[in-house]
């Protein structure tokens, strides 16, 4: 069973940046394909912010377009959210998904505060 585990969150001062990861559980042989990163806030429905391809291809949701930056490292079967200039609107917890095998990270608290 393929298991992605999501890192990076925490609580950072509004201006701040941060940078997720999602990788593969150790022992994972199979390789990531297209991710995409979705956040949650409270009371709120889930939220594209943004996807990768494997070959490093992004696409991002208008309202985070020039704060956010998927990468990806295809050599150590991650990828990454980074968010610069975070606002108090950004507050959420954050979930990567994989295409190929439809699998959700546990999330990863972002909380900004003012």
């Known amino acids: 069973q393929v298991q992605l585990v999501e890192s990076g969150g925490g609580l950072v001062q509004a201006g701040g940046s941060l940078r997720l990861s999602c990788a593969a559980a150790?022992?994972?042989?199979?390789?990531?394909?297209?991710v995409a990163w979705y956040r949650q806030a409270p009371t709120t429905k889930r939220e594209l912010v943004a996807v990768i391809t494997r070959d490093g291809v992004t696409t991002y949701a208008s309202s985070v377009e020039g704060r956010f930056t998927a990468s990806r490292d295809n050599a150590k079967n991650t990828v990454y959210l980074r968010i610069d200039s975070l606002k108090a609107e950004d507050t959420a917890v954050y979930y990567c998904?994989?295409?190929?095998?439809?699998?959700w990270g546990q999330g990863t608290q972002v909380t900004v505060s003012s």
């Open positions: 150790s022992g994972s042989i199979f390789e990531m394909s297209t």
């Open positions: 998904w994989e295409w190929s095998t439809q699998t």
